[in-house]
């Protein structure tokens, strides 16, 4: 997974708030479209920040999929 690519939130969990690090839930992004933006680093695993639903969230790589890679 990198910067540019088109992704889906395959579980809506891993949502990071702002400035925190505790774990949300946001069930309407499940089945989302979205875009990464930035990669992140969520402890202990790797993250991405995304582009999805007109939002900026952070998600654990672990709840993407990747549907088409950017060049």
Same mark, same amino acid.
């Given at each position: 997974? *990198?910067?540019?690519?088109?992704?889906? @939130?395959?579980?809506g969990s891993g949502c990071y708030?702002? =400035?925190?690090?505790?774990?949300?839930?946001?069930?309407?992004? *499940?089945?989302?479209?979205?875009?990464? @933006?930035?990669?992140t680093f969520t402890n202990p695993?790797? =993250?991405?920040?995304?582009?999805?639903?007109?939002?900026?969230?952070?998600?654990?790589?672990?709840?993407?999929?990747?549907?088409?890679?950017?060049?």
């Amino acid at each position: 997974m *990198k910067v540019g690519d088109m992704i889906r @939130v395959k579980d809506g969990s891993g949502c990071y708030e702002d =400035g925190e690090d505790t774990t949300c839930y946001w069930p309407e992004s *499940k089945g989302q479209v979205g875009v990464v @933006v930035e990669m992140t680093f969520t402890n202990p695993f790797p =993250g991405a920040r995304v582009m999805v639903m007109g939002e900026l969230a952070e998600f654990d790589a672990r709840g993407l999929e990747v549907i088409s890679a950017a060049r």
